[in-house]
C-alpha cells in the first residue's frame, strides 16, 4: 500500500530561521511527487512538482529536493506568510490518484 | 487561473438527510475529484471522474455516491448522511492525469 508520511507535524521558526520539511514516501513506481501549500479555510495551493531522484524545484524562498525515498522542501529565511500548512502527496502506479501526507503545520513568527 | 467553486462554505445537515455538494470548474478540465480532510489523517479520495457520466471509487467511497452529468460540475452525494461524515469536503479538477490539482476553498459539513 502507497504510504506518504510528512515530518515534523508542527514547526515553529522565528522570522529568518531557515529550515526543511520532510516527506518520505512508500510507493511502488513513482511518477511524480507534489507540493501544496493550504492556508487556513482555503484549499490547497500547488506549488511544486517533481519527478525524479535529484531533481530541484525553486519558488521564492521555498526549495523542493526529491531522492528515491524522500522529498525535502527547505525554507529559506522565512517571513511570517510562509505560515500554512504544507502538504506533501505522490502519486504512482497506473492510476490517477493521489495519496496525501498529514501535513506539516508551519508557524513563522516576526 | 483555474477556479473551483464548491457551491458552500459551510452546511449543517441532521443525521439520515440526503445531502448535495456542488463542485464546478471553469477550465475545460478532463478529471474531477473529491476529497474528504481530517486532522491527523490528510486528504483521502472519496470519488473521482475522468469524464463525464464516468466515476471510479477512491478510497473511501462508503456512504457517498457522485455525479457528473456534464464536463465542468461534479456533485457528491451523502444519501443518508452520519455524524461520522462531519468533515471538510474538497473538490478539485486537473488538466489530464498526472498534472497538478486544483482545488476549491472546501465545504465544512457538521452533521448533527
Not at chain 1, 531557515?18 to 507534489?34: A, E, K, Q
Not at chain 1, 522542501?73 to 490518484?97: F, R, W
Not at chain 2, 491527523?40 to 464516468?54: A, C, H, Q, T
Request: neutral net charge; contains cysteine; aromatic residues 10%.
Amino acid at each position: 500500500e502507497d504510504q506518504v508520511t510528512q515530518s515534523p507535524e508542527a514547526l515553529r521558526l522565528q522570522e529568518g530561521e531557515s529550515s526543511s520539511l520532510n516527506c518520505s514516501y512508500t510507493v511502488s513506481g513513482l511518477r511524480g511527487l507534489f507540493w501544496y501549500r493550504q492556508d487556513p479555510g482555503k484549499g490547497p495551493e500547488f506549488l511544486f512538482t517533481l519527478y525524479s531522484a535529484g531533481e530541484e524545484k525553486e519558488k521564492e524562498r521555498l526549495k523542493a529536493t526529491l531522492t528515491k525515498k524522500e522529498s525535502f522542501l527547505h525554507i529559506t529565511a522565512p517571513k511570517p506568510e510562509d505560515s500554512a500548512t504544507y502538504l506533501c502527496a505522490v502519486q504512482a502506479g497506473s492510476g490517477n490518484k493521489l495519496v496525501f501526507g498529514a501535513g506539516t503545520i508551519l508557524r513563522v513568527k516576526s | 487561473d483555474v477556479k473551483v467553486t464548491q457551491s458552500s462554505r459551510y452546511l449543517v445537515k441532521r443525521t439520515g438527510e440526503k445531502v448535495f455538494l456542488e463542485c464546478v470548474q471553469d477550465m475545460d478540465h478532463e478529471n474531477m475529484f473529491w476529497y474528504r480532510q481530517d486532522p491527523g489523517l490528510g486528504l483521502r479520495l472519496i470519488y473521482f471522474s475522468y469524464d463525464v457520466k464516468m466515476k471510479e471509487k477512491g478510497d473511501i467511497p462508503e456512504g457517498y455516491s457522485v455525479s457528473r452529468e456534464k464536463k465542468e460540475r461534479f456533485s457528491l452525494i451523502l444519501e443518508s448522511a452520519s455524524t461520522n461524515q462531519t468533515s471538510m469536503y474538497l473538490c478539485a479538477s486537473s488538466y489530464i492525469r498526472g498534472s497538478p490539482l486544483h482545488f476549491g476553498n472546501g465545504t465544512r459539513l457538521t452533521v448533527t
